[in-house]
């Protein structure tokens, strides 16, 4: 293993043109992502936390090359993946896959399951077409879609939600990714079937422990918290806050993380009635047109004069970060 | 809280006519509600609970039927099921109200906001079209909106999510109804937002003293606000009890597996755990216990037989085999 | 400036090479029909020296690029030409023939609006005997060809029946003013601008009645619904405005197959208006008319599609016109 960090992340930004003019460049950027800083060691695994806007998932896509950044660095195992070409990128694909929330989107439907799993190492590898489906059966033990005859030559309509996003992790765990991010992977399903796909993401993440980096986005925190030990807080494309995921729910720094976690409905009456609850106003702006100074000082309780001129730095606060004029001197 | 009721609800079944087959969505339900109370209507996609919310509205589809069963509204017990279309539409809006799921689709995206809010007072009450639209905008005060009268001239697509979900609950208290409705009403939203159309509800239903149906797959936003919870699992209830004591102590292995599927801030990972399989298909439902085949408990007379909803202390009853 | 002024000026000029490509293509198709005004003009009898004469005062020597550089360059300065029958200038000649044709094809269109959308949402609303036999009727409306239509509504209503004129605008002989006037017209315009207006009633039924379809299946529909206020309303209301778009489009799209229909139903009931004109025109070679009235009917066409872009900005809000 190597001494430096399996994944780095460094200013990467992505801004969306926005308005359309006929001639000469668009003056108006969407910033959805702004600036962020972040590594992950093998075996590390992080959380993506925010709301709607909060461009969680276009700092995946553009970590992944889906998105083209408009600046910043990427390297994975060393390699920096934005000065790669594109066929460059492609060859590197298996080692970096994604998992999204609609597992019927991301399957072709006309195809069958063996084809859909068998197509990564046709294209990725030179193995016959026996070592294909001896692999294809073994990955679909793997995620638990036993016995795999019964998958094998269904096409994904014929599968359940569960059963498809299933199908989707085995592909994406096909060629040992060294980076496998999944974006709001149970939002779409039953309640009922959630449990066991993050069971599923678990047990995999134990399992390649050794070689691998996590990634998970979510809107949902304890989701976040069953997979992942540290966890990222986005806010209209800042990273506002980053520790350990147990301490941001324990004690949030950010007033925004305390505002995300206090809003969280447990599933216990109890507990649900009796905390403690940061009160609420207002709503997430408008990315196009965003607030001057730190970003949430509208819907802020405790906002201070300087929140309004200028954005606060991410700081260091007891081994945590955190982008908040309250715990700067 | 007096303990008169406001609706009760006996062996209502509904069924959809598809191509596939008779889908058989809500299964003999018997339920009652009562004056003031928030009972929430707990399932996954596919359970029944949004026809079960359809149905007492009589607000179904064509392709859908009411076939058995009646729903009774209080104080005169008049039967909903056997109203005229025209009797039916003076109780909606008017004595039962209804919040929906998705705030972007279910506003008019042609009317102004101020409008669509003041139609159900115009013809319920009889108002003319400007004290229809001050009562609109007053209404909106009411529920906190800042610049009112401003928010009651625009376009839906002019609002944000959480404004327009604010609309959507003011067309439904527009008549101060006694029942309220809510089909998912925050799945649609971001958390924060969530947590604040939750309070407004919340905050609604007392200073109003509504009663509320709140219809969810979502065992979080139910503890936060309802006092019953009833749960439903392909078509039929399985459990219905007072919220502290189902949470603490759920009796149906659905209900049990349902608790422990979904990750909490205050769980360890371990103890996620999930229900295994899948919900049925309700063209072909399983025999016996509908839920036999994903029950770890399951024994033969599950198969065999269906279990009835039985009475296990004062307030609480399961269909399971093994709690009789 | 308000953004609907600047809105409408910006599609104006948008609009000039569309005109300049009607000219063009209108201009080729016209030379491209076989005859030759020429022979029209001087008769069997012409001699070959008179034939030459007059192809020369007519411009009809020169090379065909020459003669269209000509008239384009005259239509941007405003003219026309002369109509080489009536020796009379082409743009006098349509003027004066507009408001006949506009007449016929406004009230034409305005009926069918009326009469398709109304019709088109009870038979949305009302499935069942109702929907099948409207749906039935407006197939049958929309197959019927105008001329073959015309001829059989002129024999029953002003020859059998005799309670209509069986052609004109106004009556020979009588010098009617105001009131009278008007309603003489009225009275001369309801068989033609019923012709015209059949087919599209049938028409605008049918869209109307597949467009309202698709918004009562609408999640605010439901939310109407939950009100407790009538369906008519909800029906008329919440689900026609919305579905308003598509038949909007479609009567303003609908205004060159309309300038079309007058043709003929204007031949067959003697109304004085670009349509007999232009059937005149086209049988005698007339270029010049021909092609002015192309000019007229193209920017016709152009500010109905104008009006329908403003009108979609007025019934959907969330289209913003740039």
């Known amino acids: 293993m190597g001494t430096y960090p399996l994944l780095r992340v460094e200013n990467v930004k992505k801004y969306f043109p926005v308005g359309r003019a006929l001639f000469g460049k668009s003056k108006q950027y969407v910033k959805a992502v702004d600036d962020v800083n972040f590594s992950l060691d093998v075996g590390g695994s992080l959380g993506i936390v925010g709301e709607s806007g909060s461009g969680k998932t276009t700092l995946a896509k553009v970590i992944l090359r889906l998105f083209e950044p408009t600046s910043g660095k990427v390297y994975l195992d060393n390699i920096d993946l934005f000065s790669l070409s594109n066929k460059e990128v492609r060859r590197l694909r298996p080692k970096m896959q994604m998992i999204f929330q609609d597992p019927m989107a991301s399957l072709n439907p006309r195809k069958k399951i063996k084809h859909i799993i068998g197509q990564v190492f046709k294209i990725h590898t030179d193995i016959s077409d026996v070592e294909i489906s001896e692999r294809v059966i073994d990955l679909l033990e793997k995620v638990g879609l036993t016995p795999p005859e019964l998958f094998l030559d269904r096409y994904p309509h014929e599968l359940s939600g569960g059963q498809r996003q299933r199908v989707c992790i085995a592909r994406a765990i096909a060629l040992n990714p060294k980076l496998l991010i999944a974006d709001e992977p149970v939002s779409a399903l039953d309640v009922s079937v959630r449990g066991q796909i993050v069971k599923l993401l678990l047990e995999i993440y134990e399992k390649y422990k050794n070689e691998i980096a996590y990634i998970v986005i979510s809107h949902d925190i304890a989701l976040i918290k069953s997979i992942c030990k540290d966890a990222l807080v986005m806010y209209l494309g800042k990273v506002v806050e980053k520790s350990e995921i147990g301490k941001i729910i324990e004690e949030p720094l950010h007033p925004y993380s305390q505002m995300l976690i206090s809003s969280i409905p447990v599933p216990d009456p109890e507990i649900a009635r009796n905390r403690k609850r940061i009160p609420i106003s207002g709503e997430i702006p408008s990315l196009i047109n965003p607030p001057k100074g730190c970003y949430f000082h509208p819907r802020c309780p405790y906002v201070m004069d300087r929140c309004r001129e200028k954005m606060p730095p991410l700081i260091e606060v007891d081994n945590r970060l955190v982008s908040c004029y309250l715990y700067s001197e | 809280m007096n303990d008169s009721k406001i609706l009760e609800i006996s062996n209502l079944t509904t069924y959809y006519y598809t191509s596939r087959g008779i889908v058989r969505a809500v299964d003999g339900v018997t339920l009652y509600v009562k004056r003031g109370e928030s009972i929430a209507i707990v399932g996954e996609s596919g359970s029944g609970k949004s026809t079960l919310a359809f149905t007492i509205m009589r607000l179904l589809p064509d392709n859908a039927q009411i076939v058995n069963g009646n729903i009774w509204l209080y104080p005169e017990k008049i039967d909903l099921v056997r109203l005229s279309n025209d009797e039916m539409r003076k109780v909606r809006g008017r004595r039962i109200g209804m919040i929906f799921q998705d705030p972007m689709t279910f506003l008019n995206p042609v009317m102004k906001v101020g409008d669509q809010i003041a139609e159900a007072i115009m013809y319920h009450h009889g108002y003319t079209k400007t004290e229809a639209r001050r009562k609109a905008v007053e209404l909106l005060e009411k529920l906190r909106i800042p610049d009112a009268a401003n928010v009651a001239s625009r376009y839906p697509h002019q609002l944000s999510g959480g404004m327009k979900q604010r609309v959507i609950i003011a067309i439904a208290v527009s008549c101060n109804p006694e029942l309220l409705i809510a089909d998912e009403p925050t799945t649609a939203l971001d958390v924060t937002v969530q947590a604040e159309v939750l309070e407004l509800l919340r905050r609604l239903i007392q200073e109003l003293g509504m009663s509320l149906i709140l219809v969810t797959h979502d065992l979080g936003i139910v503890a936060e606000i309802c006092n019953r919870v009833t749960i439903m699992y392909a078509g039929k209830i399985v459990e219905i009890g007072e919220t502290y004591s189902l949470y603490r102590n759920p009796k149906h292995p659905y209900t049990i597996g349902l608790l422990n599927a979904v990750p909490t801030i205050h769980k360890s990972s371990s103890e996620v755990g999930g229900i295994k399989g899948n919900p049925p298909d309700l063209v072909n439902p399983p025999t016996g216990c509908r839920f036999n085949p994903r029950c770890p408990y399951a024994f033969e007379r599950c198969i065999r037989e269906e279990p009835p909803l039985i009475e296990v202390n004062n307030d609480r009853a399961v269909a399971c085999w093994l709690v009789v | 400036m308000s953004p609907l002024i600047f809105f409408i000026i910006r599609r104006l000029i948008q609009y000039v090479p569309m005109i300049l490509v009607v000219i063009i293509v209108t201009f080729l198709l016209v030379r491209l029909a076989p005859g030759d005004p020429t022979y029209i003009l001087v008769g069997e009898v012409g001699d070959e020296s008179f034939v030459k004469a007059m192809r020369e005062r007519l411009g009809l020597d020169r090379p ?244 329908v872009d403003v009108l979609y900005g007025i019934i959907d809000p969330r289209i913003r016109l740039r």
């Open chain 3, 64 to 307: 065909l690029y020459d003669q269209f550089v000509i008239y384009i360059s005259n239509v941007f300065r405003g003219d026309l030409g002369y109509s080489y029958l009536r020796s009379e200038p082409v743009a006098k000649l349509i003027v004066e023939r507009i408001p006949a044709t506009l007449l016929l094809v406004l009230t034409a269109m305005f009926i069918s609006a009326l009469v398709g959308i109304i019709v088109g949402t009870i038979a949305a609303a009302r499935r069942g005997v109702a929907d099948l036999t409207l749906s039935t009727l407006s197939i049958i409306g929309i197959s019927i060809p105008y001329f073959w239509l015309g001829q059989i509504i002129l024999i029953v209503f002003a020859v059998w029946l005799g309670i209509f004129p069986l052609g004109g605008m106004v009556s020979v002989g009588y010098e009617y003013q105001g009131l009278e006037y008007f309603l003489d017209v009225l009275y001369h315009l309801t068989l033609p601008a019923m012709t015209l207006a059949i087919f599209n009633i049938a028409f605008t039924t049918k869209i109307t009645r597949g467009s309202v379809l698709e918004a009562l299946t609408q999640d605010y529909i439901v939310t109407a619904r939950a009100k407790g206020i009538p369906e008519s309303r909800v029906v008329f209301r919440h689900a026609l405005r919305n579905a308003l778009i598509p038949v909007v489009t479609y009567t303003g799209f609908n205004t060159g197959v309309l300038l079309v229909g007058a043709i003929l139903t204007e031949t067959v009931f003697a109304w004085p208006g670009m349509g007999s004109l232009l059937y005149d025109s086209i049988r005698l070679r007339d270029y010049p008319v021909v092609l002015g009235i192309f000019i007229y009917g193209s920017i016709i066409v152009i500010l109905a599609n104008l009006i």
